[in-house]
């Protein structure tokens, strides 16, 4: 076996271990985990989950521990986020935690550099508890050195890990069923998964004849691992801590969980215009996104699941137009520039119609203000609006998408104010509110509006953008209809 050969270049009180073969597929890592737990129930995709969520969860103390030696731990993360993707150091620490035992990482005597010490180490677990158990990995190659030399340019670095126990453990398997390993070169590259598993808490678990092996050698290093009541005491507190959240949320906000559009059962949210019957059989409509991750076991992207659902815009927030958004907000970190000009050239229609495109442009972010709406005067350092065209449009045809509604402002605030933590200690300013405008466009902004008539500039302005519905010469005269497209210039 070729992990012999480098075990024989490992220090020399791990000579009389035992490699075991596993299947070198990149997960041999996760492999190596699965045969010293002794629990079929356990996959190597669970290990791999909860090595990301470990990761994840802990991301600082891993990056300040081990940066220095692998490199950054955001960029390892999305490398183990590919399944059959060969591990490394910071997946030997996680696991460690995940499974609370010692791991003894065992790197061969080659081209050894001061560096690889990290390596050639013993990972013990954070919190100061008794290990259930110690366990020995090895890094090795799924080929001889000589060849792994010639393949890697004369250099030899590892691309697979085999687990190392006693002899007297190796004999006791020996007796039971073993699976062929593939002797498969692993790749750094990504393979689809084609395995999806529920998460589950990884137990480790003994045949009988092993434990009374171990309870024969209580002083042997390498005990067998039992059931770890504090990762079932972890599992129980974050479920009984998420079910608080969630009770706690529908205290603060009964509205979102009592929609006339959506309701919620069992923690999961359904809208109620993408149900209907079938045969009594009650059925879902769902999109093709969600559909495609839900077949595949996956949690949709914006799903509710993945904490990227915000339920209903309330009636206040709705409709805001852009001035109304700036004058409410309590960040101002980007500017908005706004450019219309008519589709129409008759001059009896010019201003009939106007389209046009909205580009922000990102500023520094001031301090957080202490009192909300804005002044007029804040707004218009912020806003600007450009006019392409003969003569510029009439108040009327700007309504749409620059007026301010007092009444609109006052409602979102106090809605913000109730429901909104960031808005809790915001002072509405009734000064403010009262230079605002019942329902028009504020007086600073149509003093500023800027007029261009170069014909050139207004053929730029009109190519490039989506098809717009009044872009057909057909004559129109709606005065309140001002198509506009929102552009995002980071």
Same mark, same amino acid.
């Given at each position: 076996?070729? !992990?012999?050969?480098?075990?024989?270049? !490992?220090?020399?009180?791990?000579?009389?271990?035992?490699?075991?073969?596993? +299947? !070198?597929?990149?997960?041999?890592?996760?492999?190596?985990?699965?045969?010293? &737990?002794?629990?079929?129930?356990?996959?190597?995709?669970?290990?791999?989950?909860?090595?990301?969520?470990?990761?994840?969860?802990?991301?600082?103390?891993?990056?300040?521990?081990?940066?220095?030696?692998?490199?950054?731990?955001? #960029?390892?993360?999305?490398?183990?986020?590919?399944?059959?993707?060969?591990?490394?150091?910071?997946?030997?620490?996680?696991?460690?935690?995940?499974?609370?035992?010692?791991?003894?990482?065992? @790197?061969?005597?080659?081209?050894?550099?001061? @560096?690889?010490?990290?390596?050639?180490?013993?990972?013990?677990?954070?919190?100061?508890?008794?290990a259930?158990?110690?366990?020995?990995? &090895?890094?090795?190659?799924?080929?001889?050195?000589?060849?792994?030399?010639?393949?890697?340019?004369?250099?030899?670095?590892?691309n697979?890990?085999?687990?190392?126990?006693?002899?007297?453990?190796?004999?006791?398997?020996?007796?039971?069923?073993?699976?062929?390993?593939?002797?498969?070169?692993?790749?750094?590259?990504?393979?689809?998964?084609?395995?999806?598993?529920?998460?589950?808490?990884?137990?480790?678990?003994?045949?009988?004849?092993?434990?009374?092996?171990?309870?024969?050698?209580?002083?042997?290093?390498?005990?067998?691992?039992? #059931?770890?009541?504090?990762?079932?005491?972890?599992?129980n507190?974050?479920?009984?801590?998420?079910?608080?959240?969630?009770?706690?949320?529908?205290?603060?906000s009964?509205? #979102?969980?009592?929609?006339?559009?959506f309701y919620?059962?069992?923690?999961?949210?359904?809208?109620?215009?993408?149900?209907?019957?079938?045969?009594?059989?009650? &059925?879902?409509?769902?999109?093709q996104k969600?559909?495609? !991750?839900?077949?595949?076991?996956?949690?949709?992207?914006?799903?509710?699941?993945? *904490?990227?659902?915000?339920?209903d815009?309330?009636?206040?927030?709705?409709?805001?137009?852009?001035?109304?958004?700036?004058?409410?907000?309590l960040?101002?970190?980007?500017?908005?520039?706004?450019?219309?000009?008519?589709?129409?050239?008759?001059?009896?229609?010019?201003?009939?119609?106007?389209?046009?495109?909205c580009? +922000?442009?990102?500023?520094?972010?001031p301090?957080?203000?202490n009192s909300?709406?804005?002044?007029?005067?804040?707004?218009?350092?912020?806003?600007?609006?450009?006019?392409?065209?003969?003569?510029?449009?009439?108040?009327?045809?700007?309504?749409?998408?620059?007026?301010?509604?007092?009444?609109?402002?006052?409602?979102?605030?106090?809605?913000?104010?109730?429901?909104?933590?960031?808005?809790?200690?915001? *002072?509405?300013?009734?000064?403010?509110?009262?230079?605002?405008?019942?329902?028009?466009?504020?007086?600073?902004? &149509?003093?500023?509006?800027?007029?261009?008539?170069?014909?050139?500039?207004?053929?730029?302005?009109?190519?490039?953008?989506?098809?717009?519905?009044?872009?057909d010469?057909?004559?129109?005269?709606?005065?309140?209809?001002?198509?506009?497209?929102?552009?995002?210039?980071?």
């Amino acid at each position: 076996m070729v !992990a012999k050969k480098y075990l024989e270049k !490992a220090t020399g009180d791990l000579h009389h271990l035992v490699p075991i073969e596993v +299947t !070198a597929d990149g997960n041999c890592l996760y492999h190596s985990i699965v045969l010293l &737990m002794n629990n079929p129930a356990v996959t190597t995709s669970e290990l791999r989950v909860r090595t990301i969520i470990e990761l994840v969860t802990n991301e600082n103390y891993y990056e300040n521990m081990y940066s220095k030696y692998v490199g950054p731990v955001n #960029i390892a993360i999305k490398a183990i986020c590919k399944n059959y993707t060969f591990s490394e150091l910071y997946e030997i620490a996680a696991l460690c935690n995940i499974l609370q035992c010692n791991i003894r990482s065992v @790197y061969p005597k080659i081209d050894f550099q001061q @560096y690889m010490a990290i390596c050639d180490n013993i990972f013990t677990p954070v919190l100061p508890i008794i290990a259930n158990c110690n366990i020995v990995i &090895m890094w090795s190659h799924a080929l001889n050195e000589k060849d792994a030399r010639e393949a890697n340019n004369g250099t030899w670095s590892p691309n697979h890990f085999v687990p190392l126990i006693p002899p007297a453990i190796h004999n006791d398997s020996n007796n039971g069923d073993q699976s062929t390993s593939l002797p498969v070169t692993p790749e750094k590259n990504t393979f689809k998964n084609n395995t999806v598993s529920q998460i589950r808490t990884p137990v480790f678990q003994s045949s009988p004849r092993r434990r009374l092996r171990t309870e024969d050698n209580i002083g042997n290093n390498f005990t067998q691992p039992i #059931i770890s009541d504090s990762m079932n005491k972890e599992k129980n507190d974050k479920k009984e801590q998420r079910q608080n959240q969630l009770e706690k949320k529908r205290e603060q906000s009964p509205s #979102i969980f009592d929609s006339p559009s959506f309701y919620c059962q069992n923690d999961v949210i359904l809208y109620k215009s993408g149900l209907f019957q079938q045969n009594k059989v009650d &059925m879902c409509v769902l999109c093709q996104k969600c559909h495609g !991750a839900l077949s595949k076991g996956s949690i949709p992207k914006f799903s509710a699941a993945n *904490n990227m659902w915000l339920g209903d815009i309330p009636a206040e927030l709705q409709g805001l137009t852009i001035p109304e958004q700036k004058l409410i907000s309590l960040y101002r970190h980007n500017s908005c520039i706004i450019k219309l000009h008519s589709p129409f050239h008759s001059t009896t229609t010019a201003q009939t119609a106007l389209k046009g495109n909205c580009i +922000t442009f990102l500023q520094n972010v001031p301090n957080i203000v202490n009192s909300l709406p804005l002044t007029l005067h804040d707004l218009c350092d912020t806003l600007k609006v450009i006019f392409i065209g003969a003569r510029p449009p009439d108040r009327i045809h700007l309504k749409k998408v620059l007026t301010v509604r007092k009444k609109k402002i006052i409602q979102a605030l106090q809605w913000l104010k109730k429901y909104n933590v960031l808005y809790q200690n915001v *002072n509405i300013n009734l000064e403010n509110i009262a230079q605002l405008p019942e329902d028009d466009v504020p007086e600073c902004i &149509m003093s500023t509006l800027e007029q261009k008539l170069n014909d050139e500039e207004i053929q730029s302005e009109r190519t490039g953008y989506v098809p717009d519905p009044l872009s057909d010469p057909t004559k129109c005269t709606t005065a309140d209809t001002i198509p506009i497209s929102n552009r995002l210039v980071q």
